[in-house]
């Protein structure tokens, strides 16, 4: 199954067909604001005849042809991410592990290399240090992103890309992506910075230089913990070209006609890529309920995260001042060593996920998430809920007592992710906690 011209362009042209019902040019609204986004739940799209459908094969009609590739639903919400983010375009699929997936997939080949920071997501860590070597033989080398030089010192011939997250996994560090941004270009590769935890609201990467921004909007896109998705944006700024380093993307490509993606889809080359060649290849799509219940959570996006951020604020004072806490890792706080660079990218505040260290080992960790009221104990964050986690046993279980301390995760590491409740009942819930 293929994509039409105007699947590869994500442009304003859409047309979308299903049956008598049409949208796109005949209704802008539905990509730019109206509320009434309906759900297309539907695999494939009607053609008029044998020709009509010969012809959006063969790219001489714009239009769609297999749910795989495109669904009317979820295009609404790629084009309203990419506009949240100031991206050329932007590219929906089913989890924020698929798009990170991709977007390594779509800049590295066997053989070639990434430079990573190692306070990472454990899934990203993981991905990079285990599955890609053993299944696509692309290698990574992750640095220590407060080391002065570090990332520099990384890059090697085959390396074709710079990965970061805005603020870290779990520590809410921040990254310094004006510098990140400047270092991966002199060497002619893109920055890729996971913008999860910050959201557009917060910090929008690509004005600091970074051309591809990836969300689990599983996260604080969607906001209630209801729907997985992940959203690839292509900023459209960088000169796939002038580097050389990526002729499926800059040249004749085989696995598609011999298309050429910067001159089929010149203002966003890399997001067509994606989907043309590995989302149709390996089919991580959205689905369209997915794509609706994350729309929703959109409408709602700066409302929320205002409130998760003077929440965060509230229950790091609470945390740093309590005589049971050994440490608390958040950015605002002037003993951190991000905190400058948190003042520069988070005027508005920000690192509603973030650690702290109870005094004691595992045994009280466990102890007080145990008896915690209020907050969830699950696998995820970022959600309206306040949730908690025990990082060592589970979410970064699988790395080595060294990959742990070098990711600065003890025994008695304890993640929060603080929701929108009344910051007074969370505090009354961690007092309950730490009694236990």
Known sequence: MTTSRSDIKNSANWGFETKQVHIGQENPDLATGARAVPIYAS??????????????????DEGNIYGRLTNPTGEVLERRMAALEGGAAALAVSSGAAAVSYAIQALAKAGEHIVASRNIYGGTYHLLAHTLPLTAGITATFVDPEEEGAFEGAIQENTKAVF?????????????????????????????????????????????????????????????????GGVLVDGGRFDWKASGKYPWISEANPSYHGITFTEAAPEAPFAAYVRAVLLRDTGATLSPFHAFLLLQGLETLSLRVERHVENAQKIVEYLSGHPKV???????????????????????????????????????????????????????????????????????????????????????TIRLSIGIEKAEDLIAALEEGFRQ
């Open 164 to 228: 970061t997250e805005t603020l870290g996994n779990p520590h809410s560090n921040v990254a310094d992506l004006e510098t990140l941004s400047k270092i991966a270009h002199s060497h002619q590769i893109p920055l890729v910075v996971d913008s999860t935890f910050a959201t557009p609201y917060l910090v929008r990467p690509i004005e600091y230089g970074a051309d591809i921004v990836v969300h689990s909007a599983t996260k604080f896109i969607g906001g209630h913990g209801t729907a997985l």
């Open 43 to 60: 695999t494939s799209f009607v053609f008029e005849d044998c020709r009509h459908a010969a012809d959006r094969f063969a790219l001489r």
């Open 326 to 412: 050994e440490a608390v890792h958040h950015p605002s706080l002037k003993g951190e060593p991000t905190h400058t660079l948190y003042k520069k990218y988070f005027p508005k505040g920000g690192g509603s996920i973030f650690t702290f260290e109870i005094k004691g080992g595992e045994r009280e960790a466990r102890a007080f998430i145990d008896n915690l009221p209020i907050f969830s104990l699950l696998a995820n964050v970022a959600d309206v809920k306040s949730l908690v986690i025990h990082p060592a046993t589970t979410t970064h279980s699988q790395c080595t007592e060294e990959e742990l301390a070098e990711q600065g995760i003890r025994p008695n």
